[in-house]
């Protein structure tokens, strides 16, 4: 019987595939980058490694709450990677449309620090569903996949 963190870890790589798959598809059928607002390499590179770094944090701290034994300094160091790929991108991006959902990103990254210092792992998990909400959000709002 596969564990429940290899099938966590399995759906989490098949989401990412299958998302990669999709932007893939629709940047080649319109020879369009995914972001055409954004075609600076200066600013698009650094907010694309700064977005890859958010989301593999993610889908670690995601693991790390299915875990028997939560490493409780491990999720601490995931979260701290996660607010320094959020400075990141802050400092990079030239749209003020993303101040506010970045902002409340960083006080979403602060509850979960708190949750972690606790190490109240049911609010951990509940607010790692409210984050991921507030990507998937972000993203449908700032850089939605056009048809």
Known sequence: MI???KKRLFLAFAVLLAGSAVAAEKVAKTDAPMHPSITDPEVYIPLREGMTALEMR???LQIMATEDKVDYK???KALDDMEASSRKIRKVNPSEALR???EKLGAQ???LQRDAKRRDLAALKGNLDLL???CFKCHQAHAPLKP
């Open 3 to 5: 564990s429940l963190m």
């Open 58 to 60: 993610f889908v670690d």
């Open 74 to 76: 491990a999720v601490k």
């Open 100 to 102: 506010e959902p970045l």
């Open 109 to 111: 990254l602060d509850g």
């Open 132 to 134: 991921f909400q507030t």
